[in-house]
Nanobody, 123 residues
Framework: QVQLVESGGGLVQAGGSLRLSCAAS????????MGWFRQAPGKEREFVAA????????DYADSIKGRFAISRGSAENFVYLQMNNLRPEDTAVYYC????????????????WGKGTLVTVSS
């Protein structure tokens, strides 16, 4: 059974940084492209970033380009989301996901979800 466990969320002031981590097995990371999504209060869940494990190719939502970066750990059992220059509108629950396709395609969907970690950005 695939398990994705996020950590690293918290409260940060606008302009600050956070790094989210997603832990899973090496087999999971090698089998699926990995992604991060977020869901703000009262809004639908949205795509943030994705990564192909073998080649390291990345894809980002326009809203966070230049501020967020997805990466893989050298030990091959973590994927990270480095978030810089955070804004109050980045406040959301952030979810790690194993994707069925890369680039992410809503029709292909998500194979597995983590439970999420809350990021709150104060103004």
């Amino acid at each position: 059974q695939v398990q994705l466990v996020e950590s690293g969320g918290g409260l940060v002031q606008a302009g600050g940084s956070l790094r989210l981590s997603c832990a899973a097995s090496k087999q999971t990371f090698r089998a699926y492209p990995m992604g991060w999504f977020r869901q703000a209060p009262g809004k639908e869940r949205e795509f943030v970033a994705a990564l192909t494990w073998s080649s390291g190719i990345t894809d980002y939502a326009d809203s966070i380009k230049g501020r967020f970066a997805i990466s893989r750990g050298s030990a091959e059992n973590f994927v990270y989301l480095q978030m810089n220059n955070l804004r109050p509108e980045d406040t959301a629950v952030y979810y790690c996901a194993a994707l069925n396709t890369f680039p992410y395609d809503s029709r292909g969907g998500v194979a597995y979800w983590g439970k999420g970690t809350l990021v709150t950005v104060s103004s």
